[in-house]
């Protein structure tokens, strides 16, 4: 089935680095979204991108959608012991009619040293 | 709190075993979607209900089955349980078809089979 490639797997930096991770798809999305799941917790929405291009940003969270809408990012500015968590990024592919599906890719752990 | 609940938090069993998970959506919400995730394989969509029907289905095991009342709180039946299957189940709503990017996970059922 469709599959989303979601690299780094794993990111471990000091409090104040940036962080970016990226999704990557063979084939264009519908649209992508972005969740975060703090350890021990729940994925939790953080973000829906929908047009070729488009940038988005929450404080020190940018979000950017490819313009072939087949690769996303998500970059953290200065990070803080509160971004730690995994990030999945969570394509919408298009299976006909009005039925979208939504798969989430295997998400990257962010660990941060104070 | 998200406003899903999942009963219950925790479930030790055997091999071989039957049990039962207990989704209640967020009021309102017509969409329940069920995910397992585990340390390798991440968040795994397994199947989705629209307003008590079956909608999409994912990676679900023929041992396992769902099914949404017309109160709209669902159940995921997980049977002849296998070691493998140890994972975090979670329940996730949505208010509607169109909308399904933004999902509301519960806490979610760690099961562990012995």
């Known amino acids: 089935g469709q599959q989303v490639m979601q690299i780094p797997q794993y990111q471990h930096v000091q409090e104040g680095e940036d962080f970016t991770t990226y999704c990557n798809s063979s084939?264009?999305?519908?649209?992508i979204q972005w969740y975060k799941q703090r350890p021990g917790g729940h994925p939790v929405f953080l973000i829906q991108?929908?047009?070729?291009?488009e940038v988005k940003k929450q404080k020190r969270l940018t979000f950017q959608f490819g313009e072939a809408k087949k690769n996303s990012s998500l970059h953290i500015t200065a990070t803080q012991t509160t971004d730690v968590g995994t990030y999945f990024c969570?394509?919408?592919?298009?299976?006909?009619?009005?039925?979208?599906?939504?798969?989430f890719g295997k998400g990257t752990l962010l660990t941060v040293n104070p | 709190d998200s406003g899903v609940t999942q009963t219950p938090k925790h479930l030790i069993t055997a091999t071989g075993q039957r049990v039962t998970l207990r989704c209640s959506p967020r009021s309102g919400d017509l969409s329940v979607y069920w995910y397992q995730q585990s340390l390798d394989q991440g968040l795994q969509f397994l199947i989705q209900y629209y307003n008590g029907e079956e909608r999409a289905k994912g990676n679900i095991l023929e041992r396992f089955s769902a099914q949404q009342f017309p109160d709209l709180h669902s159940e995921l039946n997980l049977s002849s349980l296998e070691l493998g299957d140890s994972a975090l189940y979670f329940c996730a709503s949505s208010v509607a078809p169109g909308r399904e990017y933004i999902q509301y996970f519960g806490a979610g059922t760690r099961l562990s089979v012995l």
């Open positions: 969570a394509p919408d592919y298009y299976s006909g009619g009005s039925n979208y599906k939504l798969t």
């Open positions: 991108l929908v047009k070729s291009g």
């Open positions: 084939t264009t999305l519908s649209n």
